[in-house]
């Protein structure tokens, strides 16, 4: 044996015993390769424990995406809430009034200019010809702030409480203190500002602000056109309507579309306007993992992948896509009280959530030529998770890199060791 020989020996067992080193090493990481989510048959463990499962695996096909497709949408304004009363003249504090109060001739107690005077009917000009005049006289009042305790002024009446009255009332009223002191009086009371009956509009429109309603029932259209129409192309805007402590939401289409959702206001609504505000998120071997908006009128889920730029051909394992919610317990015909469903390895109990909700993993095998019809039909909705598992060989592509990444250098090094 040469010099060179015994020195290559040694080096070349060396070199060997590394990489045999670094293999066992990639062996015994193989089961902790990341690969961005979980893989399909993990997916369906989760659904199958006995001890308690934390998800409801659902298969999608053309019954269930036909099911879920037809559930009546969520309650719309006029089932949630219904068409308020449009709103009486009922007078409130902070209000503005005008008040014009006309007299039969002679008038001489409200002292009012010519250009003030307006011409009676005949019977009263016959009546009044004797004192040789032929006009009322009209005396105007305007802006009448309702004072915070209930009350304006109005001269010679004196002070009227009007908080709670219609302004038919406060004419009465009015009439009846000048009685005696004007010559037949005649009153009109106008609301001409409330400060109490009025939407608020705010959001996507061309101008945000107040509304005001009047007896003649403003509904949600009339207030967004007051407020100048949306800014954004209806078919991608949402209408928010706040009563009290109820809040609902409809696509502005439906409104459109149909005239039992356009209700009418009630003092104190607020009417918000929303551009896009569903999305979902697409995650694991898809084109693009992110957030993606989609309009209120609704979206497929063969359309979310679409715009999530489909299934990574590289990677994607099409039997293993998945689509994560959160579902009432009872619409999945589970009873709160004893969460309990029937699976092929008995009965497993299922974790329900403080809102009476259970997590549900939609499966779809996108092998089948059937499911991508089923695919048009399943609707997606807001805050949902789409997830494309890897393909099983991806993983062991995985494991052949690390090996050929680290195996190979060190064989060229002890070959070219050999060779010296």
């Known amino acids: 044996m040469t010099k060179n020989e015994k020195g290559a020996t040694p080096a070349l067992g060396s070199h060997l015993g590394t990489a045999l080193a670094v293999v066992l090493a990639a062996l015994s990481g193989c089961s902790s390769f990341s690969s961005g989510g979980p893989s399909a048959r993990a997916v369906t463990r989760a659904s199958e424990n006995r001890a308690g499962a934390p998800v409801y695996l659902v298969d999608i096909d053309m019954a269930l995406a036909e099911q879920l497709a037809q559930l009546p949408a969520d309650a719309g304004f006029a089932d949630s809430m219904g068409s308020a009363r449009p709103v009486a003249s009922i007078i409130q504090a902070g209000d503005t009034l005008n008040v014009s109060i006309w007299e039969a001739p002679p008038a001489v107690l409200f002292n009012s200019s010519p250009a003030s005077t307006r011409a009676v009917s005949e019977s009263i000009s016959a009546l009044a010809q004797g004192n040789g005049s032929t006009t009322a006289r009209q ?49 009109e009371v106008e609301l001409v500002r409330s400060a109490t009956t009025t939407a608020t509009v705010v959001g996507e429109f061309t101008n945000s602000g107040i509304v005001p309603l009047t007896a003649k029932g403003e509904r949600v259209l009339d207030a967004i056109a007051q407020a100048g129409g949306t800014r954004q192309p209806v078919n991608k805007m949402t209408i928010q309507l706040t009563r009290g402590t109820m809040v609902q939401s409809l696509p502005l289409e439906t409104i459109i579309r149909n005239p039992r959702q356009n209700v009418v206001l009630a003092p104190g609504d607020v009417i918000t306007g929303y551009f896009q505000p569903l999305s979902f998120t697409a995650l694991g071997a898809t084109g693009a993992n992110r957030e993606i908006m989609f309009e209120s009128t609704g979206l497929t889920l063969a359309e979310a992948l679409a715009r999530a730029g489909g299934l990574n051909d590289d990677k994607a394992n099409p039997s293993g896509a998945f689509v994560f919610r959160f579902e009432d317990a009872r619409a999945m015909g589970i009873d709160p009280a004893n969460p309990v469903r029937v699976t092929a390895k008995g009965r497993v109990p299922v974790k329900v959530d403080a ?45 052949v890199n690390i090996i050929s990444s680290s195996l190979f250098p060190i064989i060229s090094v002890d070959n070219a060791l050999s060779n010296n």
């Open 139 to 187: 005396s105007n009042f305007p802006g009448q702030m309702v004072n915070v305790d209930g009350t304006i002024m109005v001269p010679f009446a004196g002070r009227l409480p009007v908080t709670g009255r219609t302004t038919r009332d406060v004419e009465i009223e009015i009439v009846r203190r000048l009685r005696g002191k004007a010559h037949l009086p005649q009153v």
């Open 355 to 399: 809102q009476g909700r259970v997590a549900v993993i939609y499966r779809i095998n996108l092998r089948e030529p059937s499911t991508l019809f089923a695919a048009q039909r399943f609707p997606m909705r807001d805050k949902d998770l789409v997830y494309v598992s890897n393909a099983p060989i991806v993983d062991v592509q995985k494991f």
